[in-house]
């Protein structure tokens, strides 16, 4: 039989405010991991 392992209370821990913490992102040329990689922006299409 296994050993049960003991139950450990996750801990939430803060980063810093969401100002601070998105505070280096910004629209870029490309896309992310959505699409391939290196897809220029002004080549996406989206459908409603």
Do not use: M, R
């Given at each position: 039989m296994s050993e049960t392992k003991k139950y450990r209370k996750p801990v939430l821990k803060t980063l810093g405010?969401?100002?601070?913490?998105?505070?280096?992102?910004?629209?870029?040329?490309?896309?992310?991991?959505?699409?391939?990689?290196?897809?220029?922006?002004?080549e996406l299409t989206f459908s409603d």
């Open positions: 405010s969401i100002q601070q913490i998105t505070a280096g992102s910004q629209d870029g040329a490309f896309t992310d991991a959505a699409f391939p990689a290196k897809t220029p922006a002004d």
